[in-house]
């Protein structure tokens, strides 16, 4: 809300949909910034599982940051009178809605098996 009022102090009219872009902007710099400073740092040295772990966790960030990518580009879009934006919607809504549990289960079962190869 308080980015919202300051965006309102300096434009004179705001599009409906920027409070979800800003929403949007900061969870995609948070999956960036948490996969760049965060993972990293919970990484055991020379434990294979903690790589796994490491493996998956990135893996979830990318997958987040990249729906998170798609709906800002389709808000510009939309912001911007490109109606194609509100196509492109759809793309992340998919990956959001539908497809996140098969990605997680997915991903996680990928990253054990990575982290069991190392360890032999």
Excluded at 37 to 65: C, H
Aim: hydrophobic share 55%.
């Amino acid at each position: 809300a308080a980015i919202e009022a300051t965006l309102g102090l300096v434009f004179d009219e705001l599009h409906g949909q920027i409070r979800w872009m800003v929403y949007e902007a900061g969870f995609l710099i948070l999956c960036v910034a948490l996969a760049r400073r965060w993972v990293p740092q919970s990484v055991a040295e020379g434990d294979p599982m903690s790589a796994a772990k490491a493996t998956y966790l990135r893996r979830l960030f990318a997958y987040s940051a990249t729906y998170y990518a798609l709906w800002l580009a389709a808000d510009v879009l939309i912001v911007n009178g490109v109606d194609a934006g509100w196509a492109i919607r759809m793309v992340p809504n998919q990956l959001y809605y539908g497809f996140w549990v098969v990605f997680a289960y997915g991903s996680f079962f990928s990253a054990a098996g990575d982290g069991e190869k190392a360890a032999r």
